[in-house]
């Protein structure tokens, strides 16, 4: 058996298109959605993301704002311009690209955007509300997996489902969405006993843990769905320094029905889900809705 691929790229270009209808449908009324980008310090990977998700922007019909600072910057210079963003009525959505350098306090940066406009949908007021049931804005990550999901039509309701990871980016927000679909979610960390015992019960299988191939096809139940949230490089072989994930790919497409792969599986939905949630963000403030 060979897992059918899901193809983050082409899924991301569908959507992207029903989310330039939309914008194209508020320019009609005079209103240009807007993001704003935060982007401090030289990281390379932090600088590609922004550039990526500034080059969607444009594409979907979205102005977007990029403010790039210095590794030292005091941080009441980006607290200072968060105010101003938040107090201005043309943007739309906020987005501070993490990592930050460690003199920052990631918190005290993420709860000072006006919670209306946390498109990555961070703030605790908007962690709160997706804990609730009731999310304002669903983080990005998990948001492009649940599509992913519904892309290749998993069954959901009382699905066995397997979460890798705890993170507050990926892996507790994902559980809570999963929650909400009446999914059975078991949570694994580094801390687990007998991790591949819990993996291969799982019908559905999210890898989010950040360790290279760390997941492999004896680790995973025959016909599971399998999605790779990693973002990881090659350490060796003929493939060093490649990008790769939290899966072994190879192993694990003859033993899944559904995978991901990595690059072009959850990446470019991620940025997509944040287009989206920026997009949502506008139409909220276009019909004065304060949700």
Same mark, same amino acid.
């Given at each position: 058996?060979?897992?059918?691929?899901?193809?983050?790229?082409?899924?991301? !270009?569908? =959507?992207?298109?029903?989310? $330039? #209808?939309?914008? &194209?449908?508020?320019?009609?009324? *005079? +209103?240009?959605?807007? /993001?704003?980008?935060?982007?401090?310090?030289?990281?390379?990977?932090?600088?590609?993301?922004?550039?990526?998700?500034?080059?969607?922007?444009?594409?979907?019909?979205?102005?977007?704002?990029?403010?790039?600072?210095?590794?030292?910057?005091?941080? !009441?210079? =980006?607290?200072?311009?968060? $105010? #101003?963003?938040? &107090?201005?009525?043309?943007?739309? *959505? +906020?987005?501070?690209? /993490?990592?930050?350098?460690?003199?920052?306090?990631?918190?005290?940066?993420?709860?000072?955007?006006?919670?209306?406009?946390?498109?990555?949908?961070?703030?605790?007021?908007?962690?709160?509300?997706?804990?609730?049931?009731?999310?304002?804005?669903?983080?990005?990550?998990?948001?492009?997996?649940?599509?992913?999901?519904?892309?290749?039509?998993?069954?959901?309701?009382?699905?066995?489902?397997?979460?890798?990871?705890?993170?507050?980016?990926?892996?507790?927000?994902?559980?809570?969405?999963?929650?909400?679909?009446?999914?059975?979610?078991?949570?694994?960390?580094?801390?687990?006993?007998?991790?591949?015992?819990?993996?291969?019960?799982?019908?559905?299988?999210?890898?989010?843990?950040?360790?290279?191939?760390?997941?492999?096809?004896?680790?995973?139940?025959?016909?599971?769905?399998?999605?790779?949230?990693?973002?990881?490089?090659?350490?060796?072989?003929?493939?060093?320094?490649?990008?790769?994930?939290?899966?072994?790919?190879?192993?694990?497409?003859?033993?899944?029905?559904?995978?991901?792969?990595?690059?072009?599986?959850?990446?470019?939905?991620?940025?997509?889900?944040?287009?989206?949630?920026?997009?949502?963000?506008?139409?909220?403030?276009?019909?004065?809705?304060?949700?």
């Amino acid at each position: 058996m060979t897992a059918r691929i899901i193809d983050g790229n082409a899924l991301s !270009a569908q =959507v992207r298109g029903q989310l $330039a #209808e939309r914008a &194209a449908a508020l320019s009609s009324r *005079g +209103i240009t959605p807007c /993001l704003a980008v935060l982007l401090v310090g030289e990281d390379p990977a932090s600088a590609v993301y922004v550039r990526n998700k500034v080059a969607a922007c444009e594409k979907a019909g979205v102005r977007s704002l990029k403010d790039v600072y210095p590794p030292d910057v005091d941080p !009441a210079v =980006v607290f200072a311009r968060i $105010a #101003e963003l938040n &107090a201005d009525p043309a943007v739309h *959505g +906020i987005l501070v690209q /993490l990592p930050l350098p460690k003199h920052f306090d990631a918190e005290a940066v993420l709860e000072a955007i006006a919670p209306e406009k946390d498109v990555d949908g961070f703030h605790a007021e908007n962690v709160g509300a997706l804990m609730q049931g009731n999310p304002r804005f669903i983080p990005c990550t998990p948001y492009g997996v649940m599509k992913m999901l519904e892309s290749v039509a998993a069954p959901l309701k009382g699905a066995e489902v397997v979460v890798v990871g705890r993170s507050n980016i990926v892996g507790k927000p994902m559980a809570m969405l999963l929650l909400a679909q009446s999914c059975t979610v078991t949570i694994c960390h580094s801390q687990t006993r007998d991790l591949a015992f819990h993996t291969r019960r799982a019908d559905i299988l999210i890898a989010a843990v950040g360790r290279e191939r760390m997941i492999t096809g004896d680790m995973i139940k025959p016909g599971a769905t399998v999605i790779d949230v990693g973002m990881n490089r090659f350490s060796s072989g003929p493939n060093a320094g490649k990008l790769c994930g939290d899966v072994d790919f190879d192993s694990a497409k003859e033993v899944a029905g559904a995978i991901s792969p990595v690059p072009g599986g959850v990446g470019p939905m991620t940025i997509t889900m944040l287009l989206a949630n920026t997009l949502e963000a506008a139409e909220r403030k276009a019909s004065g809705e304060t949700k």
